[in-house]
């Protein structure tokens, strides 16, 4: 579980550095002449043309470089939903058959799933950001924001977290 979260985290991140590369492209020298900044980018199923396809989502083409941006809206989403995911799975997935097979008798608490828990909590009740309440009582990866900062899950800050459960957890072959 961890192992695809990580991954597909870092492919939708890679994904986005492709398509804010595409887009800025479009916006700096459109191939179509009468495309603007204030053109109209469609995202949905299909062809546009088609009678089919389906949109749900619209942009204006300027505005498509800043959402893509590095640590942006975009990016911020698809990190918030590892960090959602990947303590959800542990919470009510994982941590009772792992603490179980440990023969632990005492539900197993690390400080990193504790964390996650915290920024789990600024992701649902404050709109992604860090806040005192939660973020603020991070016991280990503390240094990670700062009250106030918007909680994007850099691949750095992911690998860190991948570090750190394969030191706390260490898998037997």
Known sequence: M?????????LALSGIRRERE?????VLSPTVPETTAESTVSIGVGAPQDGDSVTYARWRL???PEALAEGGPMMAVISQQWAISVFTDWDVRYRKRITEAMG???LLNLPEFGDLRHFRNDIVHHRGV???????RCEVLSHWFEVGD????????????MQRLAIAIPIQS
Do not use: P
Request: net charge negative.
């Open 22 to 26: 595409f887009w800025a492209a479009a």
């Open 150 to 161: 918007v909680l994007y899950f850099d691949v750095w800050k992911v690998a860190e977290f």
């Open 2 to 10: 961890l192992t695809l979260a990580a991954s597909a985290h870092a």
């Open 62 to 64: 300027g505005d498509l």
């Open 104 to 106: 632990a008798d005492k």
């Open 130 to 136: 860090a806040s005192e309440r939660n973020t603020g």
